[in-house]
């Protein structure tokens, strides 16, 4: 079961986003794999978030290059997210 926070300042699709990264860090979700639908994410934070919410998170992935759609196929692993740290470092 994902829980989100809905009295928390992060929006909940950061917090939903933050979840499914979390997932591929650790493995449950390798990359080339599938992650898990809009309606399987709808159940398993039990019906609190709307898919509108769900595809902002899942858009969010996709910006960072994390995740990549695939028309009739779903939505796809395609890069281990970066180090939260990273983008704090400055290099030079």
Known sequence: MIEIDRESIIPMYVQLASVLRERIRRG????????????ELEQETGGTV???????????????????????????????PADESEGDRADG
């Open 50 to 80: 709307s898919r509108r919410t769900i595809k902002s998170a899942i858009e969010l992935l996709q910006a960072e290059g994390t995740v990549r759609g695939v028309q009739g196929k779903g939505v796809f692993v395609i890069a281990m």
């Open 28 to 39: 449950e979700i390798p990359v080339g794999r599938r992650i898990p639908s809009q309606h």
